[in-house]
């Protein structure tokens, strides 16, 4: 018998007892202290104030993600484009439209989306989108090298326009100018995702466009806009519609974790032994919600956009295009109703049945001893009438307010979704010892739940850095995957149950040390024969 003398590990806060495991392992598979002999009875009270030090590369982390953001926020508002004179440009054009930083990372955001589409549907490219860090390397580069060729693109007509409002501006400067920006915003961004905390895109991406939305709303707030302050009630939407759409995100975090605890945890509230690191095996992780990611109230926002473009070159009459922008009545009912088809269009694509049986067999194939999945397609279903609700409320609510956070249909619930991940890596960080090390990435999220329930069963502790955000976005954002990590000392025992798992690849054949070596032959001495009759 051994115990978890940890009284910062997470099983410990959760349960408030120590871990004991009957089987022969040296860690724990919470929080990978070394185990000590005895029952749990010797382990020091939970009040202990004896704590897990600070880890000393969390601070690292937290300065690198500071210092990119700042540089991303500060950027815009610091680094003008070349040959730009403040007293001459005209009062309609933004002083942030007119820097280094305009073009940003959008241009690699769409490339890198259009590539995970081509990948999609070629068949030969369609093997590296789950092929592990050496399919996801390729795309990757693919996807960075067809974005700085739209950068180029976009900084051409930046500099174009820029010259009819300046003459003497030169082209060439604000091109390479615009170049560098995101250039520089591509290194940050990778810089935050490998020494950082979280995904470096995704925070680049959001954070920049909240403090934008922030400045708006105080111009508005402040009476600066010609439309004067706005009223009480406004405000009230202008402020509760971001807390009401934060809240519904997360509740949609929560759901599948309050489950999966249930079923670890059960009634009592503490287990005397850690669930899935002996013999029991694997068991299967539920669904997550929202089962069909933000992308089916996005569409129809995309709708209305491409409506309105069509009314206004006369390809449809004009009151047709404007009449699909009511936040009433039909409009709003065609809507809905489009977004719940959505939901169970992309649900079920995303959380195919077949696919999921397909991987927890081969997790059964490796952990004989896990529970079996859920026969027929009731978890799914029910996991897709969960996710239309979430997403209703995520097309209603921005038609309430037209500026602020809330008017936006997508920042408010990815902005959640980051910032629940990052607490989440700064818990873990906190509780695991040792440094913890990416060995596999995945976009599927069921795909990602089922390893680490297989990698958790082997006693190896698991984050699942950005699963959350990847739950909210989807395919809509593939430049954010779920890393798997694991501390660095358990990563090659984490790579190649990984491999085999989602590769389907053979573990390694056993060789046997207690076995005694063949006897070595003898080699025979061939005589010589006699020169002569003397000689012999």
């Not at 404007?322 to 995303?350: H, K, N, Q, S």
Request: hydrophobic share 50%; with cysteine; glycine share 8%.
């Amino acid at each position: 018998m051994k115990f978890c003398p940890n009284v910062a590990c997470s099983h410990r806060q959760r349960t408030g007892t120590p871990a004991e495991y009957d089987v022969e392992r040296p860690d724990c598979a919470d929080c990978g202290a070394a185990l000590m002999d005895g029952p749990a009875y010797y382990a020091a009270p939970s009040s202990d104030t004896a704590a897990r030090p600070f880890p000393p590369g969390l601070s690292s982390r937290i300065g690198v993600t500071v210092v990119a953001l700042a540089i991303a926020i500060a950027g815009p508002r610091l680094l003008l484009l070349p040959q730009i004179e403040t007293g001459t440009r005209l009062p309609e054009i933004s002083l942030n439209q007119r820097n280094v930083f305009s073009v940003g990372l959008s241009p690699i955001l769409t490339a890198a989306l259009f590539v995970e589409l081509v990948a999609w549907i070629v068949p030969s490219l369609r093997p590296l989108r789950h092929a592990g860090p050496e399919g996801r390397e390729k795309l990757g580069r693919a996807a960075i090298l067809l974005g700085m060729v739209l950068t180029l693109f976009q900084a051409y007509a930046i500099a174009r326009f820029q010259s009819l409002l300046d003459p003497g501006a030169s082209q060439l400067d604000i091109i390479g100018s615009l170049l560098a920006g995101t250039s520089l915003l591509v290194l940050l961004a990778t810089w935050v995702t490998r020494r950082g905390l979280g995904n470096g895109f995704a925070l680049l991406y959001l954070v920049p466009e909240l403090v934008t939305q922030g400045e708006l709303l105080h111009a508005v707030l402040s009476g600066v806009l010609p439309d004067g302050p706005p009223t009480s009630a406004e405000m009230a939407r202008i402020f509760a519609i971001p807390a009401l759409l934060a809240g519904t995100t997360f509740a949609c975090a929560r759901w599948p974790t309050r489950r999966d605890e249930g079923v670890l945890v059960g009634a009592s509230g503490a287990e005397p032994y850690r669930q899935g690191a002996g013999p029991r095996g694997a068991n299967p992780p539920p669904l997550r919600l929202p089962a069909s990611g933000i992308a089916p109230a996005l569409i129809p926002a995309g709708l209305a956009v491409l409506l309105w473009r069509l009314s206004t070159v006369g390809l449809i009459p004009y009151n047709a295009g404007a009449l699909y922008f009511e936040t009433d009545g039909a409009p709003l009912v065609i809507r809905l109703v489009l977004t719940a088809a959505l939901v169970l269009v992309f649900g079920w694509g995303f959380q195919a049945p077949t696919a999921r049986e397909a991987l927890w067999r081969r997790v059964r194939e490796y952990s004989p001893d896990s529970r079996p999945l859920e026969e027929g397609d009731s978890e799914v279903l029910a996991a897709l009438r969960r996710s239309i609700l979430p997403l209703c409320v995520f097309v209603i609510l921005p038609l309430l307010v037209d500026v602020g956070p809330g008017a936006s249909l997508y920042l408010v619930p990815l902005l959640t979704m980051l910032v629940l991940d990052l607490v989440a890596e700064v818990r873990a960080r906190m509780r695991i010892e040792g440094e913890l090390v990416s060995v596999w990435p995945e976009h599927r999220v069921f795909a990602a739940d089922m390893v680490a329930a297989a990698l958790r069963s082997e006693g190896i502790p698991v984050l699942l850095r950005g699963v959350l955000y990847r739950t909210m976005a989807r395919f809509a954002h593939p430049f954010v995957p779920i890393e798997v990590m694991v501390p660095a000392s358990r990563a090659e025992d984490a790579t190649r149950i990984v491999r085999q798992i989602m590769l389907g690849e053979l573990p390694p054949a056993e060789v046997r040390t207690d076995e005694p070596a063949p006897p070595a032959k003898k080699k025979k001495r061939k005589k010589k024969p006699a020169e002569d009759a003397a000689t012999a």
